[in-house]
């Protein structure tokens, strides 16, 4: 007799399966990566479900921009047209500055400036789990978008790429408990790294002696190494110094200057990109102009050289002079 729900295996058999399956796959992506491809299929199919799902938030943005009074608007116009005017200030002085390192370049012979190249994107989706900080952005590897990416914002460093599709990317903040990223402070050089902690607030700067120079309020910026994090950006502030006795290493705390959890827009940096006008035609042409003043130019070679120990070397970073 055929009974009318026929019996499989049991829930508990099924279920160790399952759990032995999923194990196996986890290892084989944490070892050999057999399973980016799939990820990043994976991916695309749920690309325009997570567009749909941040849709409304666009709509709400938009008719709040649409529906404002044209007084707000009239504030906001003339508030913006100060910090421009505040901005071109500010630019002007930068571009004497920018000129003058120029011709200290030339004068000592050092290498040409390099930038880097930007791209804006903006943040679709926020992992909701607790113990990761992770966010997603709608610019991908057809974009340019590479592993390892640095992204910024208006404020300073908010994280790196961890991982690549070809229209989206998924970035990890620098207050998440597995981040680190080499800074030094601003006042005195001193180098470090600064761990997250977990909390969207809160930095750590792990192994500093009870000595080191550091005070609340110093800035931290990034110094380059580890080839990850462009120079000289900001990072954060020390909020809070503590000497306990006994402990091997000082208790530092830092605030992230990135709006990691009020940011909108972020972004995505290239480095090592050469400014234009500093290649090797361009940089020929400027040596046919200074022939034109070579008496000029000899006469004042000798006192640069006689100073050259003296002198600073011009970086990207000294924009502060």
Do not use: C
């Not at 020390?238 to 006994?246: A, C, F």
């Amino acid at each position: 007799m055929q009974t009318l729900f026929a019996r499989g295996p049991s829930v508990t058999f099924r279920m160790v399966v399952l759990v032995i399956a999923s194990i196996a796959l986890m290892t084989a992506d944490h070892r050999w990566h057999s399973l980016e491809m799939v990820r990043s299929t994976l991916s695309i199919v749920v690309y325009p479900l997570q567009y749909t799902i941040d849709l409304p938030i666009k709509l709400y943005y938009w008719a709040d921009e649409v529906l404002s009074s044209k007084q707000e608007l009239l504030e906001k116009n003339r508030e913006f047209q100060a910090r421009h005017l505040e901005t071109r200030v500010q630019l002007q002085k930068l571009d004497i500055i920018e000129k003058e390192n120029d011709r200290l370049r030339r004068l000592l012979s050092a290498t040409p400036k390099i930038t880097e190249r930007l791209l804006i994107s903006e943040i679709i989706n926020v992992d909701v789990d607790p113990y990761r900080q992770l966010i997603l952005l709608n610019k991908g590897s057809n974009h340019g978008v590479y592993l390892g990416q640095p992204i910024i914002d208006a404020h300073g460093i908010m994280g790196q790429v961890v991982h690549v599709a070809p229209l989206s990317a998924s970035a990890m903040l620098i207050t998440d408990a597995s981040h680190a990223i080499p800074v030094q402070i601003d006042r005195t050089g001193l180098r470090a790294v600064a761990f997250g902690t977990g909390k969207i607030d809160q930095l750590e700067l792990r192994h500093l002696p009870h000595n080191a120079d550091i005070q609340v309020g110093d800035l931290l910026i990034s110094s380059g190494l580890g080839g990850v994090f462009p120079p000289n950006y900001p990072v954060a502030t020390v909020s809070r110094v503590e000497h306990i006795i006994g402990e091997p290493f000082a208790t530092i705390e830092a605030t992230p200057l990135a709006q990691l959890d009020k940011s909108r827009e972020v972004l995505l940096v290239w480095q090592n990109t050469p400014v234009p006008g500093t290649d090797g035609s361009e940089k020929k042409a400027i040596d046919n102009d200074d022939n034109s003043s070579a008496d000029e130019v000899n006469s004042t070679a000798g006192e640069a050289n006689q100073k050259t120990e003296n002198v600073k070397p011009v970086t990207d970073g000294d924009n502060s002079e």
